[in-house]
T-cell receptor
Framework: ETGVTQTPRHLVMGMTNKKSLKCEQHLGHNAMYWYKQSAKKPLELMFV???????ENNSVPSRFSPECPNSSHLFLHLHTLQPEDSALYLCASSQGSGNTIYFGEGSWLTVV | GESVGLHLPTLSVQEGDNSIINCAYS??????FIWYKQESGKGPQFIID?????DKRQGQRVTVLLNKTVKHLSLQIAATQPGDSAVYFC????????????FGTGTRLLVSP
C-alpha cells in the first residue's frame, strides 16, 4: 500500500469511447501527477497539479483531459484515444518540491 | 509494470552477491536524485534518495553514490535476494516548486537463487 490508489487497474476501451482514470492520495500531499509508461519509452511526465492548479502540461494531446477537484483527487479523462495511447498510466503525489514522489500501482489502458 | 518492450540493460547476479546498478544523468543543474524499484505489474516504489550536497547515502542494504563531476549515480544492493528482482530507475530533478522528475530507461536486475 503506497498511499496512492488508482482505479481501475485495467481498462480496455474503443477509440470512440469516453472513460476516466481516477487517483486518490491519502498522504496529505499538495502536488499530484500523471505519468505515462509505454512499451517504447521511459516514464513520461504528462501533467502536474500543485494545490489543485495545473502547473505543467507536457505537450499532451487534448484527448487526455486532467481534472483535479481537490488536493487528494486527480482524474484523467480519456476521449477518442488511439491504439498508441495504450500504456500504463501512473498517478503520483508529493509534498511540495524537494520531496519524494510516491506512485500508485497504475492503470493499464488498452485502446482497441 | 516495467517498461516491457524496451531493450533494457540487464544485470544478472546470484543470490547473496552485491549488485551495482549505474545511471548517467543528464542535467548538471539537478539537485535531487531518487532510485525507484518497479516490480512486474506494479508502480515504481521509492528506494532511496540523495541530494546534490551529498556524495553517499546509506539505507537498509542499499547505498547510493553520487558523482557530480561525471554526472553519475549508482545504486548498490548488498546481499541481493530473489525479491530484489525488478527494474530499477534513477530519476533526477531540480527545484521548480514541484517535482519534475526525469527518469532513466531503467536496468533490469535478475537474481538467481
Amino acid at each position: 500500500e503506497t498511499g496512492v490508489t488508482q482505479t481501475p487497474r485495467h481498462l480496455v476501451m474503443g477509440m470512440t469511447n469516453k472513460k476516466s482514470l481516477k487517483c486518490e492520495q491519502h498522504l496529505g500531499h499538495n502536488a499530484m501527477y500523471w505519468y505515462k509508461q509505454s512499451a517504447k519509452k521511459p516514464l513520461e511526465l504528462m501533467f502536474v497539479y500543485n494545490f489543485k492548479e495545473q502547473t505543467e502540461n507536457n505537450s499532451v494531446p487534448s484527448r487526455f483531459s486532467p481534472e483535479c477537484p481537490n488536493s487528494s483527487h486527480l482524474f484523467l479523462h480519456l476521449h477518442t484515444l488511439q491504439p498508441e495511447d495504450s500504456a500504463l498510466y501512473l498517478c503520483a503525489s508529493s509534498q511540495g518540491s524537494g520531496n519524494t514522489i510516491y506512485f500508485g500501482e497504475g492503470s493499464w489502458l488498452t485502446v482497441v | 509494470g516495467e517498461s516491457v518492450g524496451l531493450h533494457l540493460p540487464t544485470l544478472s547476479v546470484q543470490e547473496g552477491d552485491n549488485s551495482i546498478i549505474n545511471c548517467a544523468y543528464s542535467n548538471s543543474a539537478s539537485d535531487y536524485f531518487i532510485w525507484y524499484k518497479q516490480e512486474s505489474g506494479k508502480g515504481p516504489q521509492f528506494i532511496i534518495d540523495i541530494r546534490s550536497n551529498m556524495d553517499k547515502r546509506q539505507g537498509q542494504r542499499v547505498t547510493v553514490l553520487l558523482n557530480k563531476t561525471v554526472k553519475h549515480l549508482s545504486l548498490q544492493i548488498a546481499a541481493t535476494q530473489p525479491g530484489d528482482s525488478a527494474v530499477y530507475f534513477c530519476a533526477e530533478t531540480f527545484n521548480t516548486g514541484f517535482q519534475k522528475l526525469v527518469f532513466g530507461t531503467g536496468t533490469r536486475l535478475l537474481v538467481s537463487p
